[in-house]
């Protein structure tokens, strides 16, 4: 990052001014918070500072992880709607497939003996597919507010590059 940038030691502290950058005494929002003078600042000051900053940037990541989520879940509710139409009409249309296959098998071996052939194939499907979803429900990653996860190891990279100045 190319900012200009002019830096005031305190108490064997750095404190780095930005031009443009809001004073301490600007409370609105997240950002870089700069002394209200460009002289040094007390220990306590810079601490104060620093837990007011630490505090809001909590607050604004857990706000980012609802939104995230809030997003994701909206999202999936209507996925879940859209597989719900879809499996209802496949249904009735097994519903159909099953009766024509019954109908059609009843042809060579008495009606109820084709009716019990097609159950079973039925149940057997049943099965497999009822092995498969729960495989894939036990692979499902738990849902997770990715860009408040990205936020929060931005900021702890921040603060231990801060620490090494």
């Excluded at 894939?136 to 738990?142: D, F, G, M, R």
């Amino acid at each position: 990052m190319s900012h200009d940038r002019s830096s005031t030691s305190a108490d064997d502290l750095s404190v780095v001014h930005r031009p443009g950058a809001r004073t301490a005494s600007s409370q609105a929002g997240p950002g870089p918070v700069a002394s209200s003078t460009p002289h040094e600042e007390s220990v306590g000051q810079l601490l104060s500072d620093l837990t007011q900053q630490m505090s809001r940037l909590v607050r604004d990541e857990v706000q980012l992880a609802k939104i995230d989520l809030t997003e994701k879940g909206k999202k999936a509710g209507l996925g879940l709607g859209a597989f719900s139409i879809a499996g209802l009409l496949a249904f009735f249309a097994l519903g159909a497939l099953v009766t024509t296959a019954i109908a059609a098998l009843s042809q060579a071996v008495d009606v109820w003996l084709a009716a019990l052939i097609v159950a079973v194939v039925l149940l057997v499907l049943a099965a497999v597919a009822a092995l498969v979803g729960k495989k894939e429900v036990q692979q499902a990653t738990p849902p997770v507010p990715q860009a408040a996860v990205d936020g929060v190891k931005k900021d702890v990279e921040a603060v231990k590059e801060g620490f090494t100045r």
